[in-house]
């Protein structure tokens, strides 16, 4: 059975940071390329930042510079550094891991991220 456990989240006021963590299970994490997507209220779902294999990475535009993806193959974990966080960083976040070798892909629950003071 695949999990995906976020952790992490929480209300932080602007201009701090939080680190988020997602710890995979049920699956081989180092053929997984690991994406950590976010939800506002009333808003669609969208890639906050993607990692490849340990180094290539995407950011959205709304977050590059602030927010660092990161993952330890050895722990099975993908992690997001956020720094610099502003209210518009508010929001559900969520993991997601995909198949680089297939259609596989799988999400974690979700972990609210609050940015207000």
């Known amino acids: 059975q695949v999990q995906l456990v976020e952790s992490g989240g929480g209300l932080v006021q602007p201009g701090g940071s939080l680190r988020l963590s997602c710890a995979a299970s049920?699956?081989?994490?180092?053929?997984?390329?690991m994406s950590w997507y976010r939800q506002a209220p009333g808003k669609q779902r969208e890639l906050v930042a993607r990692?490849?294999?340990?180094?290539?990475?995407n950011y959205s535009d709304s977050v590059k510079g602030r927010f660092t993806i990161s993952r330890d193959n050895a722990k099975s974990t993908v992690y997001l550094q956020m720094d610099s966080l502003k209210p518009e960083d508010t929001a559900v976040y969520f993991c997601?891991?995909?198949?680089?070798?297939?259609?596989?892909?799988?999400w974690g629950q979700g972990t609210q991220v609050t940015v207000s003071s």
């Open positions: 990692l490849i294999g340990s180094r290539s990475t």
């Open positions: 997601n891991a995909f198949s680089l070798s297939g259609p596989a892909h799988y």
């Open positions: 049920g699956i081989t994490f180092s053929l997984y390329a």
